[in-house]
């Protein structure tokens, strides 16, 4: 059973920066491709930002330009760097494969004050 842990959110102030990480246990990330997600509140969760095994990163067009994902297989883990933060920005962050998802984690809350 893979569990996936994300870690790195917190409060910042709009137009700050926040690195953001995923680790798994229990199975390995390298051969999936992976997303990084949020759910503001009362709205769906969305993916923002995904890294393929094959294939270009995508990013939501909301987020293109200010997040940046990217994937250290050594580590196991997966990473959402995220510059020029908007308070629509706020929300739990989660990651998760792109299909056939493993179970969610308990996300990371990201809070930007303008």
């Known amino acids: 059973q893979v569990q996936l842990v994300e870690s790195g959110g917190g409060l910042v102030q709009a137009g700050g920066s926040l690195r953001l990480s995923c680790a798994a246990s229990g199975g390995t990330l390298r051969i999936n491709d992976m997303g990084w997600y949020r759910q503001a509140p009362g709205k769906q969760r969305e993916l923002v930002a995904s890294i393929p095994i094959i294939s270009r990163t995508f990013y939501a067009d909301s987020v293109k330009g200010r997040f940046t994902i990217s994937r250290d297989n050594a580590r196991n883990t997966v990473y959402l760097q995220m510059n020029s933060l908007k308070a629509e920005d706020t929300a739990v962050y989660y990651c998760?494969?792109?299909?056939?998802?493993?179970?969610w984690g308990q996300g990371t809350q990201v809070t930007v004050s303008s």
């Open positions: 998760n494969k792109l299909s056939s998802f493993y179970t």
